[in-house]
């Protein structure tokens, strides 16, 4: 079994003539706690959406417990066990402090 859960080469997405991804390369192992940080603009978000398969026109290979997923449907990398959840920065009024906690965990 190999230890690279998720293996993204070289990956590049261009929106016109701009570039919100240029030759991104990231491995992640099996267990492995990760973070990507950066500001507003720097391309976080279209590399979840490509790896999530929500954007599909990127460039290079993105691998998934050893299985190529760029350019696959996200219900087709769902069903292999990778998924994503959007931010939702509200509450909701009608509930407790407590249970809108409640409701993100």
Do not use: C, W
Not at 17 to 32: K, N
Not at 44 to 55: A, E, H, I, P, R
Not at 80 to 98: I, K, M
């Amino acid at each position: 079994m190999d230890a690279t859960l998720l293996k993204i080469s070289s990956v590049s997405k261009h929106f016109g003539g701009f570039t919100a991804l240029s030759d991104v390369s990231i491995d992640i192992a099996r267990g492995e706690r990760f973070g990507l940080i950066g500001p507003n603009g720097s391309g976080k978000t279209t590399l979840f959406q490509v790896v999530s398969g929500m954007d599909r026109g990127a460039t290079g290979t993105i691998s998934f417990d050893g299985e190529p997923i760029l350019g696959r449907r996200p219900s087709e990398i769902y069903h292999r066990g990778l998924a994503r959840t959007f931010q939702l920065s509200r509450v909701f009024p009608e509930l407790t402090v407590l249970e809108n906690l409640m409701v993100a965990g």
